[in-house]
């Protein structure tokens, strides 16, 4: 495996997650904002039901046409110059704001009859509101597509930190905006606020592209450039779509049970976003134009050395992360979110929610980068095919748990389903790819296993020495001992990929002096 490229996606992805890890402090800080203000009850949950409705109503267009277009656009410009793929470029953000405006038009006139089918526990009252809300916030659609598309066209580019500003400017608009309203407002101002904060996330990312894309204006959304969009994009956008059935069944389940349970599993949900928009999300991002160009440029080589660096480094981070979150939930949902109208019950719901949810957070990371490779292969069928198997576990088993264990049960189906996806994709990789090693992580693997079975015992045996602490504070002890120990571990057993990860910070701070 080559080192130094490795390194450099290393490089990228370490720059890149600090600029996320201060946009999901801000995004905590907005969540927190958001439930110290508006709670956890019969109206939040309409507001979040609502929030989810174009992923629930057009499961992943907006993701599923932006990651089929940076495939094509590094193609085109590799094979027909840079003035070509500018071309491509600027008629595909006209094509698919079109696609996103008629969209939404649709959206708005049959939210009536498709809001009930998501909540179908929803009282009269609650689903008169989550319709209301649902078509505001479909009203907003074609700023959500045009914020995967300009984000798509940057990181096509390479220029990763735009998107992630933007966010950061989303988070921020929607803080100040709340905290400016103040208490007793209805969830109709924190839906307008919302929205306001999409637009201005689209004007930062405009203002990014501005000097980097050649922007020309084409009319003409049904070129053929469009057709060949739309036919690489259909098997993501069927696969995603499967995917998000997963919410889909965990939202109506939710709904079936005690007031504040939607809204719980969207807090939760967006504890989990912290983890996977840093590190996943973030590792998955950097690397897709990367082996996107090698495939292009027929470095086969270079594309195994790539993928196989990924899958080393992602659950080396991940695994403590998923390990201090499901023992210490509780702590977790109590330091975000337990003020204001969020109370002790709100949280440990959550918290339940939570704990069930980080078993998933490794699966998720391989299931990630795996369907990145199956992209830049320009194979969109085997993801979309493993996402039905998973979608149809998760279901089956989600029905069965949330019979015994409530809202508990709705999480763990999740992360059983995400685990067998993640086995199946392991194994169609290896057949789409015979040439990758991936025997070579199994020492690494053996030794991350090893790292995490102490730091769980050590973690286990000190909690009774902690419970006399704040939450806070307890957190923090935890975090600092597992880290210490499982990190430690694995410099003493001499874990190449943390050696190298050590390696970059040392020379940066080298540099630095």
């Not at 807090?267 to 090698?294: Q, W």
């Not at 070579?440 to 286990?460: E, N, Q, T, W």
Request: charged share 10%.
């Amino acid at each position: 495996m080559n080192n130094d490229k490795g390194i450099s996606i290393i490089k990228i992805s370490f720059i890149v997650s600090i600029i996320i890890m201060a946009g999901k402090i801000f995004g905590f800080a907005r969540d927190a904002v958001i439930a110290a203000y508006y709670g956890a009850n019969w109206q939040t949950d309409a507001f979040f039901l609502a929030q989810s409705m174009p992923a629930m109503i057009f499961p992943a267009v907006c993701n599923s046409l932006s990651t089929a277009f940076i495939s094509l656009y590094i193609s085109r410009s590799i094979e027909k110059g840079e003035e070509s793929g500018e071309s491509f470029a600027s008629r595909m953000l006209i094509a698919t704001i079109f696609i996103a405006g008629t969209l939404s038009v649709l959206a708005i006139i049959f939210a009536p009859w498709i809001v009930p089918i998501f909540a179908p526990g929803f009282s009269v009252f609650q689903t008169t509101l989550a319709i209301h809300l649902t078509r505001l916030t479909m009203g907003a659609f074609v700023l959500t597509m045009a914020h995967y598309m300009i984000s798509a066209i940057l990181n096509s580019k390479k220029l990763f930190y735009g998107s992630q500003i933007a966010a950061l400017g989303y988070n921020l608009t929607v803080i100040m905006i709340t905290i400016g309203l103040g208490q007793n407002k209805d969830v109709d101002a924190l839906t307008l606020t919302v929205i306001f904060g999409h637009f201005i996330q689209v004007i930062i990312l405009i203002g990014f592209a501005w000097k980097h894309f050649d922007f020309t204006l084409r009319l003409n959304p049904f070129h053929n450039d469009s057709k060949l969009l739309i036919r690489l994009a259909l098997p993501i956008l069927f696969g995603n779509s499967i995917v998000q059935i997963n919410n889909i069944v965990d939202k109506i389940l939710a709904s079936l049970l005690e007031a504040g349970a939607v809204s719980a599993l969207s807090y939760s949900n967006s504890l989990n976003r912290f983890v996977t928009g840093i590190f996943i999300i973030t590792l998955s991002t950097v690397i897709y134009p990367s082996l996107t160009a090698s495939f292009a440029n027929k470095d086969i080589k270079k594309f195994n050395s790539e993928l196989l660096k990924s899958l080393a480094i992602l659950p080396i981070v991940i695994l403590p992360i998923s390990i201090i979150t499901t023992i210490y939930a509780l702590d977790i949902v109590s330091i975000v979110y337990e003020r204001g109208n969020f109370n002790v019950s709100a949280t440990k719901l959550t918290a339940t929610a939570l704990m069930f949810y980080a078993g998933m957070y490794v699966f998720s990371s391989i299931q990630e980068v795996i369907i990145r490779a199956f992209y830049a292969l320009k194979d969109t069928k085997t993801p979309m095919i493993n996402g039905a198997i998973a979608v149809i576990a998760n279901s089956i088993i989600s029905v069965i748990l949330v019979r015994i264990m409530g809202i508990g049960g709705i999480a763990l189906g999740t992360t059983i389903s995400t685990a067998l996806a993640s086995v199946i994709l392991w194994v169609s990789l290896k057949r789409k790819l015979p040439d990758l090693n991936l025997r070579s992580l199994f020492p690494s693997i053996g030794k991350v296993l090893l790292s995490a079975s102490i730091m769980i015992i050590i973690l286990l045996a000190s909690q009774q020495y902690l419970i006399s602490f704040s939450a806070l504070i307890r957190f923090l002890s935890v975090t600092f001992i597992g880290f210490i120990i499982y990190f430690g571990m694995l410099i003493l057993l001499k874990c190449r990929e943390l050696m190298a990860i050590t390696n970059l910070i040392k020379r940066k701070f080298s540099k630095a002096r």
